[in-house]
């Protein structure tokens, strides 16, 4: 190579040696024409330009006469371009075409630059001494140029090197979606890696250029690889009014089914605050699109709001400016329809069908509303009671309990009640300590009656008395029956039942 250049120089092989690389080129420039697929066909025009410089410079030097120091300097011009024109086209064969077709993938953008840069220092190297200049030794011999490169590329070489490791490790990968420094502004789809940096493209379609150095000394987040999914929370606002479980599953029945929300992981609903205006839940997805985040994210909201308007549930947000001028006015309506809504509920219920209006308007005045969550309990065995329970929604489970003297103590469900049912009597009307624990089996609602309320309701009522001792002492036995209590030849249950009306009259002062 070295004495192929040497002979360029002498004149007599200018011509023979000028021609053969002209020849070279030509055919180099023809496989690129035939093997390259069009879309990289433009890469043809490098090797074309410079092949173009080179003959011109040729036909400069044929045609007219020219002093020798001017001639040799047109010479390693002409040298120069013919390189060129060689070096780039024989790169773009081999390493686009060539290894491009081997690896089925694109070439990594930044070993293209490395090479590429390789091919053209190597033509500086063999074309610079011809014209008097050792790039080597200007390198060695002056400490100052030598450092005042290795200052200025100190960054550069960084970059590279960084940008090789990138490639080495692959954290990311072009067309990944990546966060960078956790910053919700420099995240988009990685577009391309070279030597001194990565493009990225966020989703306003920005291009964000970060060189490799900071690249490779910064947090990133792969959200394509090793999965593609990734998991998102949307924050939502419910009212205090409306129960907590109730308020998840919508949420959830907004995230279910929306478009681009995975069915596995399952979408999942969690409490997270209480705020000035609201309860704050986040509803939790996944998604398999990264760059649909925001869209999808959109939907999630939007069926949510869809869900809640169906169950009558409102979005909060802040009123109190509002509420303290027409307080007053607002807690009249709330007292108003929350009565309404108790008498509704009590008209439900079976044994309070016989007493008169008045009676349970009273009781619709004096009741409270409570809800449980499922798996909370009621009321537990042993405790002294004063409150006598009617469910208006969801079940209870009643646990009957053993043992605890010696061995551990024991519980088993023996009743479930449902709505219009009732619980809490036995401890209200004997004074007895509770028989059992009671169980929000789900969420439920109950309507608590205190003693007074309820001695004013069999006042009114003598058969009330007689219902309640009946069901009493059913559930007592069953009570009893289940802890293998029943003594052989025990009492009969209307015996049972008539000292327990009479215990329950005399406990009123009947
Ligand atoms: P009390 O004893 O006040 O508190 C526990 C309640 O569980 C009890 O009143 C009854 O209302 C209820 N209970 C007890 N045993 C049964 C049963 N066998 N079936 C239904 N409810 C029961």
Redesign the pocket.
Known sequence: MTSWIRGWMNQGEFTSLGGAGITSALILILLMRVLLPPGERRQIRLPVYALVGNLILVAIRSTTLIPPPLDRLLRVLALVFILVALGRAAFVLVVDWFFGQRLNRPIPKIFRDIVQALVFFGVAFLTLPLLGFEPGAVLTTSAVITAIIGLSLQETIGNLAAGLALQAEHPFVVGDWIRFDMDDRLTGRVTEINWRATKIRSVDDVEIIIPNGTLARAAIENFTQPTTVSRRAAVVQGPYEAPPLEVMDAILEGLRGCPGVLEHPAPEVQLRSYEDSGIEYWAKYSIADYGRRFRIGSDVRTRIWYSFHRRGISIPFPIRDVRHHEMGHMEDVDQARALAERRRVLDTVDFLTGIPEAVREELAQRSRKALYAPDEVI?RRGDS?SDFFVITSGDVR?M?GGGGEGGPPREWE??R?GPGQF??????LTGEP???T?VAHTPCTVHAIGHADLRGLLEMDPGLAEEFAEVLSR?KA??AHRREEVPAGGKAEEEEAGELLARIKSFFSL
């Open positions: 009321v009671g009643v009957g023996v009743a009640l619980f809490g009597e036995m401890s209200l509770r028989s059992a009671v559930r069953e009570l």
